[in-house]
């Protein structure tokens, strides 16, 4: 099992940075890939950025050149830093572990909700 728990959400206002921080915990030597998801209340869970094993990292295009994703192995940490917000990214952040075998399993923490506004 993995178990991950967010922080770093907050109120900011539009061109404001966040760094969001996810820790986790448990199963983490197993091979897997750490991502960040967002959703909006009355929308579908969004992939905003995923960093797989070996390092690749991928956003969706909405978030390119604004958004980073890293992972601090010595600190079993994964971070999203957000730079330039705008009102539309305004939403509850998750992170998210997940492993490969025969099954593809999915871990999630609490979310962190980062509010967009002036």
């Known amino acids: 099992q993995v178990q991950l728990v967010e922080s770093g959400g907050g109120l900011v206002q539009p061109g404001g940075s966040l760094t969001l921080s996810c820790a986790a915990s448990?199963?983490?030597?197993?091979?897997?890939?750490m991502a960040w998801y967002r959703q909006a209340p009355g929308k579908q869970r969004e992939l905003v950025a995923v960093?797989?094993?070996?390092?690749?990292?991928n956003y969706v295009d909405s978030v390119k050149g604004r958004f980073t994703i890293s992972r601090d192995n010595a600190k079993n940490t994964v971070h999203l830093q957000l730079n330039s917000l705008k009102p539309e990214d305004t939403a509850v952040y998750y992170c998210?572990?997940?492993?490969?075998?025969?099954?593809?399993?999915?871990?999630w923490g609490q979310g962190t909700q980062v509010t967009v506004s002036s």
């Open positions: 998210n572990a997940r492993k490969f075998g025969y099954v593809t399993r999915d871990y």
């Open positions: 448990g199963s983490i030597f197993s091979i897997n890939a």
């Open positions: 960093i797989n094993s070996g390092g690749t990292t």
